[in-house]
C-alpha cells in the first residue's frame, strides 16, 4: 500500500510519474497500431511484386532486415483431388519401425 506523499515536492514528483507512465502506456499503443499498419503495407506490397529491395529503402533497413521482420512465409496444403490422405499414419509408423 502505497502512503500519502509528505510534501508538496513529493506529490508533485507523484503527478509527473503518473503522467509519464500514462504517456507510456499512449505510446505502446500507438507503436503495436504502427507496427500492424506497416505489417499489413509490407504484405500488400508483396503480394503486389514489389522487391524486398524497395520495402527496405522505404523502411530505411536493409532488404535483409525487412525479410527477416516482415517475410514470414506460410505453408498453404491442398489436398489431393482423389481425396488421398495428407499423412499416412501406418505407412510412417512403419518407416519410423524400421530405422
Do not use: C, N, Y
Request: charged share 30%.
Amino acid at each position: 500500500m502505497r502512503r500519502a506523499p509528505e510534501t508538496l515536492a513529493e506529490a508533485r514528483k507523484a503527478d509527473r510519474i503518473t503522467r509519464r507512465r500514462h504517456e507510456l502506456a499512449d505510446a505502446v499503443e500507438l507503436r503495436a497500431t504502427a507496427d500492424a499498419s506497416i505489417a499489413r503495407a509490407v504484405a500488400g506490397l508483396r503480394r503486389d511484386g514489389v522487391s524486398w529491395t524497395t520495402i527496405a529503402h522505404e523502411l530505411g533497413v536493409t532488404k535483409q532486415a525487412a525479410q527477416r521482420r516482415f517475410g514470414q512465409r506460410t505453408l498453404t496444403v491442398k489436398r489431393p483431388p482423389d481425396d488421398t490422405p495428407l499423412f499416412d499414419l501406418e505407412a510412417a509408423s512403419e518407416a519410423h519401425s524400421a530405422v
